[in-house]
């Protein structure tokens, strides 16, 4: 089945502690991206990458890091969390990026609280 | 810079009926549209996706009309069942340096049983 995998779907952490959120998909798409999803604001982007070793800052990349060694794979990575990225983070694909029929797929979002 | 924005906000209906969820955006240089559905919590499912050359596209009891021109896009939901109360966003994509989709609030749809 094609899709869009995040790990984990909850995490409840502390202040600090280093965590990484996992997005694999299995489409070979050559486009990912991630957005963070609070009350009021809707989704805002993070990071994009348009391939492999290819990755650039969105909206909000304050605090977070990504990579792209592969192109299944699109960990984002938080160094030193803090309570303000208590959020929800979807992990998105698609084949390449800015072409008609360019649909995006979504994963099913990870649920992340800083404490 | 473009914006999108969906009205209204909220919206609740008697199951059975038809309804019309709006999306408007402030850039016609697009190259597609993107509706998609969420529950709440949850993950965004794509439901329809609208290519600039289209005016419209159907899957089952959707139907969603793109009019460049003027900046708007319309979901069509005929014969509304409770299970499709959910937030609907509509989504363009947006380049030039910055590859992402550039999102509307959403409108949440009540059907009431």
């Known amino acids: 089945e094609a899709q869009v995998t995040q790990n984990p779907r909850y995490l409840i952490t502390v202040t600090g502690k280093k965590l990484t959120v996992t997005c694999s998909q299995n489409m070979n798409h050559e486009y990912m991206s991630w957005y963070r999803q609070d009350p009021g604001l809707g989704l805002r982007q993070i990071y994009y990458?348009?391939?492999?070793?290819?990755?650039d800052k969105g909206d909000v990349p304050e605090g977070y890091k990504v990579s792209r060694k592969e192109k299944r794979n699109f960990p984002l990575i938080l160094e030193s969390p803090s309570p303000n990225q208590t959020s929800l983070y979807f992990c998105a694909s698609s084949l390449v990026f800015g072409q008609l029929n360019n649909e995006q797929f979504f994963g099913p979002g990870t649920r992340l609280t800083v404490l | 810079k473009q914006e999108v924005t969906q009205i209204p906000a909220a919206l609740s209906v008697p199951e059975g009926e038809n309804l019309v969820l709006n999306c408007s955006f402030t850039d016609s240089a697009i190259y597609n549209l993107q509706w998609f559905r969420q529950d709440p919590g949850k993950g965004l499912t794509s439901l329809l996706l609208i290519q600039s050359s289209q005016r419209e596209q159907t899957s089952g009891r959707l139907n969603a009309s793109l009019d460049k021109s003027s900046g708007r896009s319309t979901l069509y939901i005929a014969a509304s069942q409770p299970g499709d109360s959910a937030t609907y966003l509509c989504?363009?994509?947006?380049?030039?340096?910055?590859?992402?989709?550039?999102f509307g609030k959403g409108t949440k749809l009540t059907v009431n049983p």
């Open positions: 990458s348009m391939n492999v070793e290819v990755t």
């Open positions: 989504a363009v994509p947006k380049g030039g340096g910055s590859e992402k989709l550039v």
